[in-house]
């Protein structure tokens, strides 16, 4: 096992290094033990992940046909099945977690997109997958929609860990810090401890760019800000986590032993083969982060990463940058709600293609 590799020089930066995927043959495999060895603090799951994982592999065709002569549900043999994979991650992960502190090492499972806009539907979904996890070190996922707010401020007074997820503005991001102080405060006020209790607000970088380059005029005014404004908009968020983890309010629930819920960076794969492969692992690294990073990312930073103290840097060329946009008439917050929206229909539609396809299979698989 090395500790020299570009992993462990950022953790000594103060990021930790997370996997954006998890399937059936990573667990058996040795794949996934293999990544720890290298450094990888933990792993983030969504729909998109599953359905590739279980819709387009015959892994898990073995369970589903068991489940369907129970007679259960698609949706209850899609619960099983991601719960069995990320109870078995979260495992792997434990020892990270126990000599973190609880700081690290967890693995995120996320509630229904067909919730994104039910507050209460979302608390007791998580609520449920919490318990079927059972694992001390597994974070439930929640998008940060308005009503997901509501939601991520409840799980956080209830006591569990939240992976706040599809934050694509500073305001959302904002909110999302805002929802998990409030929780924290309105588990103080019940009488609870507040130590032990674990988040992320992830912010998603890449697709930022994606959208904005397409929108930008031909020229030297757009050339400038190509390929730019994704890494600036974090960075911007960046900013705002410092301020807000370091306000007096902050200080008084530090004090009770309360962690800060740690910006991370995800979307992280380049989709412009023009653009360095590790430009949005590069660019963010400080303290206090995480960076998820799919597999073939993962892989292209452990060859040719470049390890800097870079989320802080260049703050006068970012304002700058995000400025200019604005007065080239293009929108963030328009660019960054439209992102959301397509986050939401993206991971639903995967949802139910999966739902599906489990159906089918089962179907099949009976005979």
């Given at each position: ?19 954006d995927?998890?399937?059936r043959?990573l667990?058996?495999?040795?794949k996934?033990?293999k990544?720890?060895?290298d450094?990888?603090r ?10 590739n994982a279980i819709?387009?592999t015959?892994?898990?065709?073995g369970?589903?046909l068991s ?9 209850e043999i ?21 000599g973190?502190g609880?700081?690290?090492?967890f ?10 806009h039910?507050?209460?539907g ?5 609520e449920?997958?919490a318990r ?7 974070m439930?996922k ?10 991520i401020?409840?799980?956080?007074a ?21 929802a ?8 103080v ?11 992320v607000?992830?912010?998603?970088v ?5 959208a ?8 030297n ?6 390929g ?13 986590f410092e301020?807000l983890?370091s ?11 309360a962690?800060?819920?740690?910006p991370?960076?995800a979307?992280t ?7 360095s492969?590790?430009?949005?692992v ?7 982060t995480?960076?998820?990073i799919?597999?073939a990312?993962?892989?292209a930073?452990l060859a ?14 970012m304002k700058?940058?995000l ?11 328009e ?7 397509e986050g939401?229909?993206?991971f ?8 599906d ?8 698989l009976?005979?």
């Amino acid at each position: 096992m090395t500790q020299d590799n570009t992993i462990y020089r950022a953790l000594a930066l103060g990021q930790s290094i997370w996997c954006d995927f998890l399937s059936r043959d990573l667990l058996r495999s040795g794949k996934l033990d293999k990544m720890i060895e290298d450094g990888v603090r933990g792993v983030t799951t969504n729909p998109s992940i599953f359905e590739n994982a279980i819709g387009k592999t015959s892994d898990y065709d073995g369970d589903i046909l068991s489940m369907v002569r129970q007679g259960k549900k698609r949706e209850e043999i899609y619960t099983s099945l991601t719960v069995a994979d990320v109870r078995e991650a979260a495992d792997r992960f434990f020892p990270i977690y126990s000599g973190s502190g609880g700081r690290d090492g967890f693995v995120s499972l996320e509630v229904s997109p067909l919730l994104a806009h039910d507050a209460e539907g979302t608390v007791s979904e998580a609520e449920t997958l919490a318990r079927l996890t059972g694992k001390k070190n597994v974070m439930i996922k929640i998008p940060a929609t308005p009503e997901g707010m509501k939601a991520i401020r409840r799980c956080i007074a209830l006591g569990i860990n939240v992976n706040a997820t599809l934050i694509f503005s500073g305001e959302q991001y904002r909110q999302v810090a805002e929802a998990f102080i409030s929780g924290l405060e309105d588990r103080v006020s019940d009488g609870n401890p507040i130590s032990g209790i674990a988040s992320v607000a992830s912010l998603f970088v890449s697709r930022v760019d994606t959208a904005v380059d397409k929108l930008l005029p031909s020229g030297n005014s757009g050339a400038a800000l190509a390929g730019k404004i994704a890494v600036d908009n974090a960075r911007a968020a960046y900013m705002d986590f410092e301020s807000l983890f370091s306000s007096p309010r902050w200080t008084v629930l530090a004090e009770k032993g309360a962690q800060v819920q740690r910006p991370l960076w995800a979307s992280t794969g380049t989709k412009n083969p023009d653009y360095s492969p590790t430009l949005y692992v590069d660019s963010l690294i400080g303290p206090h982060t995480v960076n998820t990073i799919p597999p073939a990312t993962l892989e292209a930073f452990l060859a040719a990463g470049t390890v800097g103290m870079t989320v802080a840097s260049d703050r006068e060329g970012m304002k700058r940058r995000l400025d200019e946009l604005e007065a080239l008439g293009i929108s963030l917050d328009e660019v960054t709600g439209k992102l959301l929206k397509e986050g939401l229909d993206a991971f639903e539609k995967a949802y139910i293609l999966l739902l599906d396809c489990i159906e089918k299979k089962g179907q099949s698989l009976a005979g």
